[in-house]
């Protein structure tokens, strides 16, 4: 992670964990976090497709001029940006490691600022590893865009986890009815 927020944030997420894999939702206090809170954001897993924005930051909504409760976080991606991100999502909460992004902001008028993006597994109250904790932190001052909403966020950079989730669960190499084989097997 580049920026000071973020490892910051990291920082607390590392402290909370108390030993264990990841920490529960719960135990994330935003008094502790407050310099943070405005580009502070919490995803919910509902499918591989949908990561949903539980809570989003004032800092946030503003650079974007909308509200993103309920909405799909990866709906601010396009195309291979998109699928990418999922991606880096999907392993970061599979293997309950942080993760992150630097991408490139952009407004209607062409305005332009590098941002990162980082991802931390959270539990949930059932104790399943189904929310993200995340920060989208400008790299340089936001107003170069000159207060117009960001339109296309694009990625440029991934910093994948350090012992990511599978994406796919692993196929057994053997079928249980037909011991023999397959096809691909060495």
Known sequence: MRHA???ALHA???????GGAAPYRADIEPQDIAALLGHVFILGRIDPQ???????????????QREFRDQNFLSLWRGHDA???QAVLEASLGGVSPASVIARATTMEMNQIPIE???LPLRGPEGLVDR???LFQPLEPVETLRGRPIIRTSLREVRPPANPGF???RQPLRDSQNPAMVA???
Request: proline share 2%; charged share 15%; net charge positive.
């Open 5 to 7: 927020q973020s490892k």
């Open 117 to 119: 993006v980082c991802f």
């Open 12 to 18: 607390y997420w590392q402290a909370r964990r108390f």
């Open 132 to 134: 993200t904790l995340g």
């Open 167 to 169: 994406l796919f669960p």
């Open 50 to 64: 949908h990561h949903v924005f539980r809570l989003a930051g004032t800092g946030l909504c503003e650079l974007y």
């Open 184 to 186: 691909n097997d060495q």
């Open 83 to 85: 699928t990418h991100i």
